[in-house]
Protein backbone atom coordinates (compact mmCIF):
# COMPACT_ATOMS: atom_id res chain seq x y z
CA UNK A 1 0.00 0.00 0.00
CA UNK A 2 1.70 3.47 -1.21
CA UNK A 3 3.10 5.22 2.15
CA UNK A 4 1.91 9.14 2.59
CA UNK A 5 4.00 10.44 5.66
CA UNK A 6 3.91 9.14 9.13
CA UNK A 7 0.84 7.83 10.91
CA UNK A 8 -0.75 10.35 13.29
CA UNK A 9 -2.96 8.44 16.05
CA UNK A 10 -3.96 9.69 19.38
CA UNK A 11 -2.51 7.86 21.78
CA UNK A 12 -4.92 8.71 24.68
CA UNK A 13 -7.51 6.31 25.38
CA UNK A 14 -10.76 8.08 25.62
CA UNK A 15 -13.36 5.31 26.29
CA UNK A 16 -13.95 2.30 28.56
CA UNK A 17 -15.96 -1.16 27.45
CA UNK A 18 -16.46 -3.11 31.07
CA UNK A 19 -18.12 -6.19 31.12
CA UNK A 20 -20.19 -7.64 33.61
CA UNK A 21 -21.26 -11.61 32.73
CA UNK A 22 -23.73 -12.20 35.34
CA UNK A 23 -27.19 -12.46 34.19
CA UNK A 24 -30.65 -13.65 36.18
CA UNK A 25 -30.70 -16.42 33.22
CA UNK A 26 -29.57 -17.02 29.99
CA UNK A 27 -31.48 -15.96 26.50
CA UNK A 28 -31.23 -19.18 23.96
CA UNK A 29 -30.32 -16.25 21.36
CA UNK A 30 -27.13 -15.08 23.23
CA UNK A 31 -23.68 -16.17 22.44
CA UNK A 32 -21.98 -13.27 24.72
CA UNK A 33 -20.18 -14.51 27.78
CA UNK A 34 -22.46 -14.60 30.39
CA UNK A 35 -23.56 -17.24 33.53
CA UNK A 36 -25.83 -17.05 36.75
CA UNK A 37 -24.30 -15.71 39.71
CA UNK A 38 -22.99 -18.93 42.02
CA UNK A 39 -22.14 -17.93 45.49
CA UNK A 40 -18.49 -15.97 45.65
CA UNK A 41 -18.14 -15.32 42.02
CA UNK A 42 -18.80 -11.83 42.34
CA UNK A 43 -16.81 -11.10 44.98
CA UNK A 44 -13.64 -12.69 43.09
CA UNK A 45 -14.90 -10.56 40.11
CA UNK A 46 -14.73 -7.29 41.85
CA UNK A 47 -11.56 -8.26 43.59
CA UNK A 48 -9.78 -8.77 39.85
CA UNK A 49 -12.12 -6.15 38.15
CA UNK A 50 -9.80 -3.85 40.48
CA UNK A 51 -6.67 -5.24 39.82
CA UNK A 52 -7.00 -5.41 36.37
CA UNK A 53 -8.13 -1.84 36.68
CA UNK A 54 -4.98 -0.55 38.26
CA UNK A 55 -3.05 -2.36 35.67
CA UNK A 56 -4.53 -0.58 32.75
CA UNK A 57 -3.93 2.75 34.56
CA UNK A 58 -0.36 1.87 34.59
CA UNK A 59 0.09 0.90 30.90
CA UNK A 60 -2.04 3.83 28.86
CA UNK A 61 -2.83 7.60 29.13
CA UNK A 62 -6.54 7.70 29.86
CA UNK A 63 -8.58 10.31 29.76
CA UNK A 64 -11.85 9.19 29.26
CA UNK A 65 -14.67 10.82 27.03
CA UNK A 66 -17.29 7.53 27.67
CA UNK A 67 -17.67 4.59 29.72
CA UNK A 68 -20.00 1.42 28.42
CA UNK A 69 -21.24 -1.15 31.58
CA UNK A 70 -22.25 -3.89 29.50
CA UNK A 71 -23.17 -8.02 29.68
CA UNK A 72 -24.60 -9.75 31.01
CA UNK A 73 -26.70 -7.60 33.12
CA UNK A 74 -24.49 -5.00 34.84
CA UNK A 75 -28.05 -4.14 36.46
CA UNK A 76 -28.05 -7.37 38.01
CA UNK A 77 -25.42 -6.64 40.30
CA UNK A 78 -26.75 -5.78 44.05
CA UNK A 79 -26.74 -1.79 44.60
CA UNK A 80 -23.91 -2.44 47.36
CA UNK A 81 -21.67 -4.35 44.46
CA UNK A 82 -22.20 -1.85 41.50
CA UNK A 83 -21.30 1.09 44.00
CA UNK A 84 -18.20 -0.43 44.43
CA UNK A 85 -17.31 -0.92 41.03
CA UNK A 86 -17.83 2.61 39.85
CA UNK A 87 -15.62 2.74 42.38
CA UNK A 88 -12.38 0.67 41.05
CA UNK A 89 -12.97 2.73 37.67
CA UNK A 90 -13.08 6.15 39.02
CA UNK A 91 -10.29 4.80 41.48
CA UNK A 92 -7.95 3.98 38.62
CA UNK A 93 -9.19 5.60 35.55
CA UNK A 94 -11.80 8.37 35.93
CA UNK A 95 -14.79 9.05 34.70
CA UNK A 96 -16.45 9.80 31.14
CA UNK A 97 -16.70 13.22 30.43
CA UNK A 98 -19.44 13.07 27.98
CA UNK A 99 -21.41 9.82 28.61
CA UNK A 100 -21.68 7.04 30.45
CA UNK A 101 -23.92 3.90 29.67
CA UNK A 102 -25.48 1.24 31.53
CA UNK A 103 -26.79 -2.12 30.18
CA UNK A 104 -30.14 -2.65 31.89
CA UNK A 105 -32.68 -5.36 32.14
CA UNK A 106 -36.30 -3.97 33.12
CA UNK A 107 -36.94 -6.81 35.46
CA UNK A 108 -34.05 -4.90 37.83
CA UNK A 109 -35.71 -0.90 37.38
CA UNK A 110 -37.11 0.32 40.30
CA UNK A 111 -37.33 4.06 40.91
CA UNK A 112 -34.81 4.08 43.50
CA UNK A 113 -32.41 2.39 41.75
CA UNK A 114 -33.10 4.39 38.60
CA UNK A 115 -32.14 7.05 41.21
CA UNK A 116 -29.25 5.37 42.67
CA UNK A 117 -27.89 4.70 39.07
CA UNK A 118 -27.98 8.10 38.36
CA UNK A 119 -26.21 9.29 41.43
CA UNK A 120 -23.36 7.05 40.52
CA UNK A 121 -22.65 8.52 37.02
CA UNK A 122 -24.77 7.34 34.61
CA UNK A 123 -26.54 9.09 32.12
CA UNK A 124 -27.54 6.92 29.49
CA UNK A 125 -29.60 3.52 30.10
CA UNK A 126 -29.44 0.92 27.92
CA UNK A 127 -32.76 -1.12 27.71
CA UNK A 128 -32.88 -4.99 26.76
CA UNK A 129 -36.75 -4.33 25.60
CA UNK A 130 -36.63 -6.71 22.34
CA UNK A 131 -40.10 -6.72 21.80
CA UNK A 132 -43.73 -4.83 23.68
CA UNK A 133 -45.82 -8.14 22.86
CA UNK A 134 -45.82 -10.87 25.55
CA UNK A 135 -45.69 -13.57 23.39
CA UNK A 136 -43.13 -12.21 21.11
CA UNK A 137 -40.85 -12.30 24.88
CA UNK A 138 -42.06 -15.63 26.05
CA UNK A 139 -40.65 -17.27 22.83
CA UNK A 140 -36.92 -15.04 23.28
CA UNK A 141 -37.24 -16.61 26.81
CA UNK A 142 -36.99 -13.06 28.55
CA UNK A 143 -38.61 -12.90 32.03
CA UNK A 144 -39.80 -9.81 31.43
CA UNK A 145 -43.15 -9.12 29.71
CA UNK A 146 -44.26 -6.03 28.03
CA UNK A 147 -45.96 -4.09 30.57
CA UNK A 148 -42.80 -4.47 33.01
CA UNK A 149 -41.01 -3.22 29.81
CA UNK A 150 -43.40 -0.26 29.94
CA UNK A 151 -43.09 0.70 33.36
CA UNK A 152 -39.14 0.17 33.33
CA UNK A 153 -38.64 2.87 30.27
CA UNK A 154 -41.08 5.10 31.48
CA UNK A 155 -39.01 5.16 35.28
CA UNK A 156 -35.41 5.72 33.65
CA UNK A 157 -36.98 8.57 31.75
CA UNK A 158 -38.47 10.26 34.27
CA UNK A 159 -35.41 9.63 36.28
CA UNK A 160 -33.24 11.91 33.69
CA UNK A 161 -31.54 9.26 32.02
CA UNK A 162 -31.10 9.24 27.76
CA UNK A 163 -32.55 6.08 27.14
CA UNK A 164 -31.82 3.59 24.44
CA UNK A 165 -33.93 -0.02 24.15
CA UNK A 166 -33.23 -2.93 22.04
CA UNK A 167 -35.13 -4.38 19.56
CA UNK A 168 -35.18 -7.76 18.01
CA UNK A 169 -36.53 -7.98 14.59
CA UNK A 170 -37.25 -11.01 12.66
CA UNK A 171 -39.17 -13.20 14.66
CA UNK A 172 -41.47 -15.76 14.13
CA UNK A 173 -44.76 -13.50 14.52
CA UNK A 174 -43.88 -10.73 16.02
CA UNK A 175 -45.88 -7.94 15.84
CA UNK A 176 -43.16 -5.50 14.16
CA UNK A 177 -45.14 -1.94 14.02
CA UNK A 178 -46.40 -2.45 17.38
CA UNK A 179 -43.43 -2.75 18.71
CA UNK A 180 -41.86 0.25 17.16
CA UNK A 181 -44.85 2.55 17.80
CA UNK A 182 -44.68 1.45 21.13
CA UNK A 183 -41.41 2.03 21.85
CA UNK A 184 -41.39 5.58 20.40
CA UNK A 185 -44.30 6.80 22.34
CA UNK A 186 -42.89 5.46 25.50
CA UNK A 187 -40.03 8.38 24.56
CA UNK A 188 -36.84 6.80 24.06
CA UNK A 189 -34.23 9.32 22.09
CA UNK A 190 -32.19 5.75 20.59
CA UNK A 191 -33.37 2.45 19.41
CA UNK A 192 -30.95 -0.40 18.29
CA UNK A 193 -32.84 -2.88 16.10
CA UNK A 194 -30.88 -6.56 15.96
CA UNK A 195 -32.17 -9.23 13.38
CA UNK A 196 -32.85 -12.39 14.94
CA UNK A 197 -29.54 -14.15 14.28
CA UNK A 198 -29.29 -18.12 15.53
CA UNK A 199 -25.80 -18.85 16.53
CA UNK A 200 -24.05 -22.17 17.03
CA UNK A 201 -24.01 -23.36 20.19
CA UNK A 202 -26.86 -21.03 21.66
CA UNK A 203 -30.60 -23.29 22.67
CA UNK A 204 -31.69 -21.56 20.04
CA UNK A 205 -29.23 -23.60 17.55
CA UNK A 206 -29.91 -26.57 19.35
CA UNK A 207 -33.39 -26.32 19.06
CA UNK A 208 -33.17 -26.30 15.04
CA UNK A 209 -34.88 -22.70 15.39
CA UNK A 210 -34.53 -20.76 12.05
CA UNK A 211 -34.81 -16.98 10.23
CA UNK A 212 -35.99 -16.91 6.76
CA UNK A 213 -33.59 -14.31 4.82
CA UNK A 214 -37.02 -13.14 3.51
CA UNK A 215 -38.31 -12.29 7.12
CA UNK A 216 -34.96 -10.37 7.84
CA UNK A 217 -34.76 -8.17 4.97
CA UNK A 218 -38.66 -7.11 5.50
CA UNK A 219 -37.87 -6.34 8.96
CA UNK A 220 -34.66 -4.89 7.94
CA UNK A 221 -36.57 -2.39 5.70
CA UNK A 222 -39.90 -1.48 7.67
CA UNK A 223 -37.87 -0.70 10.94
CA UNK A 224 -36.17 1.90 8.66
CA UNK A 225 -39.47 3.28 7.21
CA UNK A 226 -41.06 3.08 10.42
CA UNK A 227 -38.45 4.83 12.61
CA UNK A 228 -37.61 7.00 10.16
CA UNK A 229 -41.30 8.28 9.96
CA UNK A 230 -41.29 9.19 13.59
CA UNK A 231 -38.20 11.21 13.16
CA UNK A 232 -35.63 8.88 13.86
CA UNK A 233 -32.74 8.74 11.64
CA UNK A 234 -30.48 5.42 10.72
CA UNK A 235 -26.73 6.58 11.68
CA UNK A 236 -25.84 2.59 11.40
CA UNK A 237 -27.00 -0.23 10.25
CA UNK A 238 -28.62 -1.11 13.20
CA UNK A 239 -29.28 1.73 15.11
CA UNK A 240 -31.41 4.78 15.18
CA UNK A 241 -31.37 8.13 17.08
CA UNK A 242 -33.11 11.29 17.51
CA UNK A 243 -30.81 14.41 16.52
CA UNK A 244 -27.50 14.08 18.79
CA UNK A 245 -28.93 11.41 20.23
CA UNK A 246 -26.17 8.94 18.74
CA UNK A 247 -24.15 6.65 21.19
CA UNK A 248 -21.00 8.52 21.74
CA UNK A 249 -19.68 5.21 22.85
CA UNK A 250 -20.23 2.89 19.72
CA UNK A 251 -19.63 5.82 17.31
CA UNK A 252 -15.82 5.29 19.13
CA UNK A 253 -15.78 1.60 17.53
CA UNK A 254 -17.56 2.38 14.33
CA UNK A 255 -15.13 4.83 14.22
CA UNK A 256 -12.16 2.44 15.04
CA UNK A 257 -10.83 4.29 17.68
CA UNK A 258 -8.71 3.27 20.97
CA UNK A 259 -10.77 1.67 23.90
CA UNK A 260 -9.96 -0.07 26.71
CA UNK A 261 -11.71 -3.33 28.12
CA UNK A 262 -12.31 -4.51 31.07
CA UNK A 263 -13.33 -7.23 32.63
CA UNK A 264 -13.81 -11.13 31.30
CA UNK A 265 -14.40 -12.21 27.63
CA UNK A 266 -13.99 -7.89 27.19
CA UNK A 267 -12.15 -6.49 24.40
CA UNK A 268 -10.14 -4.04 24.00
CA UNK A 269 -8.21 -1.71 21.30
CA UNK A 270 -5.42 -0.56 22.28
CA UNK A 271 -2.64 2.21 21.03
CA UNK A 272 0.91 -0.01 20.22
CA UNK A 273 3.90 0.51 23.13
CA UNK A 274 5.59 2.25 20.01
CA UNK A 275 4.04 2.97 16.49
CA UNK A 276 6.12 0.96 14.14
CA UNK A 277 5.48 -0.87 10.64
CA UNK A 278 4.73 -3.88 12.49
CA UNK A 279 2.44 -2.65 15.20
CA UNK A 280 0.23 0.75 15.06
CA UNK A 281 -2.41 -0.65 17.51
CA UNK A 282 -2.79 -3.78 19.40
CA UNK A 283 -6.16 -5.68 19.84
CA UNK A 284 -6.74 -8.09 22.90
CA UNK A 285 -10.03 -10.07 24.52
CA UNK A 286 -9.75 -11.17 28.03
CA UNK A 287 -10.13 -14.61 28.78
CA UNK A 288 -13.89 -15.73 30.60
CA UNK A 289 -14.65 -15.74 33.79
CA UNK A 290 -12.44 -18.75 35.75
CA UNK A 291 -9.30 -18.07 33.65
CA UNK A 292 -9.85 -14.30 33.77
CA UNK A 293 -9.61 -14.52 37.63
CA UNK A 294 -6.55 -16.58 37.96
CA UNK A 295 -5.09 -13.19 36.55
CA UNK A 296 -4.74 -14.31 33.07
CA UNK A 297 -4.17 -10.92 30.65
CA UNK A 298 -5.54 -12.72 27.14
CA UNK A 299 -3.21 -13.03 24.27
CA UNK A 300 -2.54 -9.06 22.45
CA UNK A 301 -2.35 -8.92 18.50
CA UNK A 302 -0.66 -6.33 16.58
CA UNK A 303 -2.53 -4.53 14.33
CA UNK A 304 -0.11 -3.07 11.62
CA UNK A 305 -1.27 -0.53 9.43
CA UNK A 306 -3.07 -2.18 6.21
CA UNK A 307 -5.29 -4.13 9.18
CA UNK A 308 -5.73 -1.21 10.63
CA UNK A 309 -7.09 0.39 7.19
CA UNK A 310 -9.16 -2.54 6.66
CA UNK A 311 -10.72 -2.69 10.15
CA UNK A 312 -11.71 1.12 9.72
CA UNK A 313 -13.15 0.44 6.09
CA UNK A 314 -15.25 -2.46 7.99
CA UNK A 315 -16.25 -0.03 10.80
CA UNK A 316 -16.85 2.84 9.01
CA UNK A 317 -19.24 1.12 6.40
CA UNK A 318 -21.87 0.37 8.73
CA UNK A 319 -22.21 4.21 9.58
CA UNK A 320 -24.50 6.55 7.41
CA UNK A 321 -21.96 9.17 6.99
CA UNK A 322 -19.43 6.65 5.74
CA UNK A 323 -15.58 6.53 6.25
CA UNK A 324 -13.29 9.62 5.94
CA UNK A 325 -10.41 8.47 3.32
CA UNK A 326 -8.13 11.11 4.37
CA UNK A 327 -9.01 11.00 7.82
CA UNK A 328 -7.88 6.85 7.86
CA UNK A 329 -4.67 7.78 5.80
CA UNK A 330 -3.79 10.36 8.03
CA UNK A 331 -4.14 8.20 10.94
CA UNK A 332 -2.21 4.80 9.11
CA UNK A 333 0.34 6.87 7.12
CA UNK A 334 -1.17 5.28 3.70
CA UNK A 335 -2.77 6.33 0.64
CA UNK A 336 -6.40 4.19 1.67
CA UNK A 337 -7.65 5.52 -1.75
CA UNK A 338 -5.30 4.46 -3.86
CA UNK A 339 -4.59 1.17 -2.10
CA UNK A 340 -8.55 0.35 -2.54
CA UNK A 341 -9.17 2.18 -6.15
CA UNK A 342 -10.48 -1.36 -7.45
CA UNK A 343 -12.71 -2.02 -5.10
CA UNK A 344 -14.05 1.53 -4.44
CA UNK A 345 -15.03 1.68 -8.50
CA UNK A 346 -16.34 -1.90 -8.53
CA UNK A 347 -18.38 -1.37 -5.59
CA UNK A 348 -19.20 2.27 -6.65
CA UNK A 349 -20.62 0.68 -10.24
CA UNK A 350 -22.57 -2.29 -8.84
CA UNK A 351 -24.48 1.04 -6.85
CA UNK A 352 -23.19 -0.61 -3.14
CA UNK A 353 -20.47 2.29 -2.56
CA UNK A 354 -21.02 6.28 -3.35
CA UNK A 355 -17.53 8.08 -3.47
CA UNK A 356 -18.46 11.76 -2.07
CA UNK A 357 -15.39 13.68 -2.22
CA UNK A 358 -12.80 12.26 0.24
CA UNK A 359 -15.72 10.11 1.83
CA UNK A 360 -16.80 6.57 1.16
CA UNK A 361 -20.35 5.27 2.35
CA UNK A 362 -22.40 2.36 1.80
CA UNK A 363 -25.99 2.72 -0.12
CA UNK A 364 -29.06 1.23 1.13
CA UNK A 365 -28.31 -1.69 -1.40
CA UNK A 366 -24.45 -1.78 -0.13
CA UNK A 367 -25.52 -1.90 3.92
CA UNK A 368 -27.62 -5.52 2.88
CA UNK A 369 -24.64 -6.87 1.01
CA UNK A 370 -22.04 -5.52 3.25
CA UNK A 371 -20.37 -8.71 4.12
CA UNK A 372 -19.59 -8.96 0.33
CA UNK A 373 -18.48 -5.29 -0.18
CA UNK A 374 -15.83 -5.70 2.55
CA UNK A 375 -14.47 -8.95 1.14
CA UNK A 376 -13.61 -7.06 -2.08
CA UNK A 377 -11.54 -5.07 0.31
CA UNK A 378 -9.74 -8.12 1.88
CA UNK A 379 -9.16 -9.79 -1.42
CA UNK A 380 -7.62 -7.01 -2.54
Known sequence: MPVLNAPVLDQTVR?????????????????????????????AYLERLERE?????????????????????????????????????R????????????EINPGTVSPARAALWKSLGFDRASVGVQSLD????????????????????????????????????????????????????????????????????????????????????????????????????????????????ESRHNLAYWNNRTYLGLGPGAAGHYPAASVSEAA??????????????????????AIDAEEYVTDALFMGLRLRTGVDLADVSQRSGLDVRARHAGAIATNVERGWLELDGTWLRATPAGWWVLNRVVTDFLEA
Open 53 to 89: AAWLASQYTVELDTVYLGGGTPSFLRDAELEALVGSI
Open 280 to 301: LTSRRTNPHLHTWLTGEPGEAE
Open 134 to 245: DATLKFLGRQHDAAGAREAVSTLIGAGFRVSGDLITAVPGQPLEGDIHGLVGLGVDHISAYTLTIEPGTEFARRGVTVQEDDERAGFERTEQLLTAHGFARYEISNYARPGQ
Open 91 to 102: RHLGWGAGENTL
Open 15 to 43: HLYVHVPFCPSICPYCDFHVLTRKSGQVE
